[in-house]
């Protein structure tokens, strides 16, 4: 699978060196937040990696390969596409195909951080179980990736436009471990809470990766869903936040907005709603979420 693979030369480096290595997603670049802060913002996530000790591989798909880490120029190329395909398990080999620029998903990162033996992911939120799902079906490829490919995803829980409880019950159904970070409360991307039990509660990077090398030890297959809280001077309470989903939600359904639209759509409007206030703390989580994730990739690197 390696010929798909195209190291930067700083994870090639890592990796015969036996470093500690962070995957990155990039659809957070190019359907995340406009250019210039989108380049600004994978930087920092970058920089908070290096900072931590470990080395950052930011995932896209550019030229008919899978770039595994991104040099300068190639992230800045990236942050100013905006014709880049949104990318998960169903369009990865099209996109590598026909020689398009793609940006991945927590999905498709997934896959191929795991072809890159990268065991630990750090990105914003997870998709899930999307609100009125029972009549559209519609549900992310995100969870059934945490089920079959053996990657650590850190995510400040999944997105809180999302079916929060039904996205647990998935989980629970396809046999993921979700566990909470220093706390009993399942995040909720913008909260510290969704007023849901998280099923498992660590307080270390270590135990984490303790519970990472158990699991493949056994050899159950699957990887983990961390779930860090935001910090809580970047937290939005869900009695600020959860009216503005619905007023979201309510435009979305007027504007007959589906499939892989509803996202985007309901990020730029609550953007909107909050004034911007919803993109700052989406920055401050991501950064967060890449620091603990680098302290699990260094005490998995020592084992």
């Known amino acids: 699978m390696k010929e798909f693979l195209t190291f930067s030369a700083e994870v090639s480096a890592a990796q015969r060196d036996g470093r500690a290595i ?19 913002t994978a930087e920092q996530v970058e920089a908070e990696v290096r ?14 390969r899978i770039h595994i880490g991104l040099e300068p120029d190639e992230l800045a190329r990236l942050a100013q596409s905006p014709d880049a395909m949104k990318l998960s398990r169903a369009d990865l080999g099209a996109c590598l195909a026909v020689g398009r620029t793609g940006a991945t998903t927590v999905a498709a990162t997934m896959i191929c951080a ?23 079906f519609d549900i992310s490829a995100d969870l059934y990736e945490l089920a079959r490919t053996p990657v650590a995803v850190v995510a400040a829980g999944a997105k809180a436009i999302l079916d929060l409880p039904k996205t647990l019950e998935v989980l629970e159904s396809l046999g993921v471990p979700v566990i909470a970070y220093g706390q009993r409360d399942f995040p909720a991307f913008w909260s510290r809470s969704s007023g849901l ?10 135990e984490i990766a303790g519970a990472i090398a158990s699991r493949r030890a056994l050899g159950i297959g699957g990887g983990h869903l961390v779930a860090n809280p935001i910090p809580t001077e970047a937290e939005i309470p869900q009695e600020v936040i959860a009216p503005l989903i619905e007023k979201a939600l309510a435009d979305a359904a007027e504007k007959s907005i589906n499939a892989k639209a509803v996202t985007p759509f309901l990020l730029a409007r609550i953007f909107e709603l909050t004034e911007g206030r919803s993109l ?18 260094l005490c998995l690197q020592k084992r």
């Open 22 to 40: 962070v995957a990155l997603e990039s659809t957070i670049i190019t359907h995340g937040m406009p250019y210039p802060q989108n380049l600004r």
């Open 51 to 64: 900072a931590a000790g470990a080395v950052p591989a930011t995932i896209a798909v550019m030229g008919g």
């Open 114 to 136: 795991h072809l890159a033996e990268i065991a630990v992911f750090a990105t914003g939120g997870i998709g899930g179980v999307h609100r009125g799902a029972s009549d559209t």
């Open 197 to 206: 039990t998280a099923p498992l509660t660590m307080q270390s990077p270590e």
């Open 280 to 297: 700052s703390a989406n920055i401050a989580l991501v950064l967060n979420n890449a620091r603990l994730a680098s302290a699990i990739a």
